[in-house]
C-alpha cells in the first residue's frame, strides 16, 4: 500500500512539472512581437505656428452667448 501512494504523489509531481512547463511553453509563444501600425505621414508643417494658425482660423460661433444661456438656466434651478 506504502509503493501504490508513492507512485501517487510521483505522478502528481510529474502532472504538476507537465502542467507549469506547458503553460510556461504557452505563454512564451503567445509574446509575439506587435504588428506595426502605420498611420498617416506627418508633414513638416504640423508645428505649433501651424497648429496655432488653424486654431485662429477656426469659428467657434459665439461662446459668449451660448454660456450665457447656460449660466441662465443654471441659475434658474
Not at 505649433?48 to 443654471?74: K, V
Amino acid at each position: 500500500m506504502e509503493q501504490n501512494s508513492s507512485k501517487t504523489l510521483v505522478l502528481a509531481v510529474v502532472g504538476v512539472v507537465v502542467l507549469v512547463v506547458g503553460a510556461w511553453l504557452l505563454m512564451g509563444s503567445r509574446q509575439a512581437a506587435a504588428p506595426e501600425i502605420s498611420g498617416p505621414a506627418l508633414s513638416q508643417e504640423d508645428t505649433t505656428s501651424a497648429i496655432e494658425a488653424e486654431l485662429d482660423a477656426t469659428d467657434f460661433g459665439n461662446l459668449e452667448a451660448e454660456l450665457q444661456a447656460t449660466d441662465a438656466d443654471l441659475n434658474s434651478l
